[in-house]
């Protein structure tokens, strides 16, 4: 890293280390993400087979949890029966959310009725077992938002990952029960939307995340991201909302604690 300072109390609320990403080096990845000061991992499925993989990585390593889901790109490959399966992963008792589900209209990698219909479907299992959810927007605000106040969202609630919109969004969301997690990109020199929602989030509602090994940031832009990464963000945040960064890795660490009842 390129950063020698450690820090205590951090999270990262969103991950995928089961990608083939870090098959070469995963436990050092873990090693390092410890060495950080992580105290909790949350490892996000995007399918039945990656949703697996997230639960034997989580029953590997004490500090690393599991959510289970179809993410929207995965859509189209959801079969009758899925829903079932899914149910079935959250009897293990590291899996700690569903997801992560949404829309994509970026990509479109599924038609897009089919998004619509997946991502409801999995807020109504979510309602019926209980469980927060991770929830994916991309080029989609308006539709996300509509499906969520037309579904309803769990009683515990759920966290909208890597938050792309404004802060007028970030607001209704956190009014649904919504927590806003703020990744990399909060670190890009012209992102001033985001560090705009950043700074203004309440602290109980915010939670930090790499999305490994997508979106790294600044300055390591161009590299694999991974856990021992959401330093930079946790430090970009604080510096925005004029706390320390002790403080606010802090904070994220027990809103994440409380979102997925996490002891």
Known sequence: MNTTQKYHDLVDSHAHLDFNNF????EE?????????????????FDLASSKESIKLAAQYPFVYAAVGIHPHDAVNALSGYLGELE???????????????????????LRPVQREVFRQQLRLAGKIDLPVIIHDRDAHEEVLKILEEEGLPARGGV?????????LARKLVRLGLYISIAGPVTYPR??????????VPLERLLIETDAPFLTPSPLRGKRNEPAYVTFVAEKVAALRG?????????????ARKLFSIE
């Open 23 to 26: 098959d070469r080096d995963r």
């Open 191 to 200: 992102n001033h939307k985001l560090s705009e929602v950043a700074a203004a």
């Open 160 to 168: 909208m990952h890597c938050f792309s919109g404004d802060l007028g």
């Open 243 to 255: 706390i320390s960064v002790e403080s606010l890795g802090r904070a994220c660490l027990e809103n």
């Open 88 to 110: 079935e992963m959250t009897h293990h008792p590291k899996v700690v959310a569903l997801g992560e589900m949404g829309l994509d209209f970026y990509r479109d990698r599924s």
């Open 29 to 45: 990845v873990l090693q390092r993400a410890k060495n950080q000061g992580l105290k909790l991992i949350v490892n996000i499925g």
